[in-house]
């Protein structure tokens, strides 16, 4: 359980380019405020996945760390030291964020931009935050260079 009186910001990381600049975003905020960032990535078996894949959910929960600990590695590298607490689960991300941003200060998450059509198709994390947070949240969207 968190300190009451310390800052928190959590952050959704899926390894995509929205979220790494998501949880550059949170650690450049930390570090203005003082935060400690909750840096989190929530995975669960693709929609292909067969029973006859060798692979167990020790497999997938360590390329989940893997991944997460070298996208926190690259968000942290350069400027003054931030404390990143890493934590892995298998499970909704949406509903696993919402429940660890219960009492955060911030909730930041990557935006992939989809509109219209897709967007009414494919279920997004990052609105189901924006709708559903206890606190305030911060979608990051990467810029397209072009």
């Known amino acids: 359980m968190a300190d009451v009186d310390e ?69 942290v590298h350069a400027g003054p030291p931030v404390e990143v607490r890493q934590t892995v689960e298998r499970g909704d991300a949406a509903k696993i964020l919402l429940e660890a941003a219960r009492d955060a200060d911030l909730l930041v998450v990557g935006n992939h931009g989809h509109t219209g059509l897709i967007a009414a198709l494919l279920r997004s994390v990052a609105r189901e935050c924006a709708h559903r947070a206890s606190c305030p949240v911060v979608l990051v969207c990467r810029h397209k260079q072009g």
């Open 7 to 75: 800052r928190r910001i959590v952050v959704g990381v899926d390894g995509s380019e929205e979220s790494r600049a998501a949880l550059r975003w949170a650690v450049r905020q930390a570090r203005l405020t003082g935060a400690v960032v909750d840096a989190m990535v929530v995975w669960k078996y693709p929609s292909t996945f067969s029973y006859d894949t060798p692979f167990t959910d020790a497999d997938f929960a360590a390329w989940a760390k893997e991944s997460l600990s070298g996208c926190v590695d690259d968000a």
